[in-house]
């Protein structure tokens, strides 16, 4: 399966859950600011999210959205 996410940068506050919650380690923090003067969290390597939504389900200010949309070729 694979996944979108879907972050709301000027709702997030950094706190980093996502980040450390990420079993592929998708997401990193920002080192730009966002309006709220915070350094939101964003996606850096899209390609390895899997749609496990954990990152959404731990996201305090309910920031993140996840998408499936694909299935994993089988070997």
Known sequence: M???IKIQKERCKGCGYCVDACP??????????NA???F???IKHKDRCTGC??????CPD???TVYRTGTKKKT
Do not use: M
């Open 2 to 4: 694979k996944g979108l």
């Open 24 to 33: 592929v380690k998708a997401l990193a923090i920002s080192s730009h600011f």
């Open 36 to 38: 709220i003067g915070c």
């Open 40 to 42: 939101p969290a964003v």
């Open 53 to 58: 939504g954990i990152c959404a389900t731990v």
């Open 62 to 64: 309910i920031a993140i």
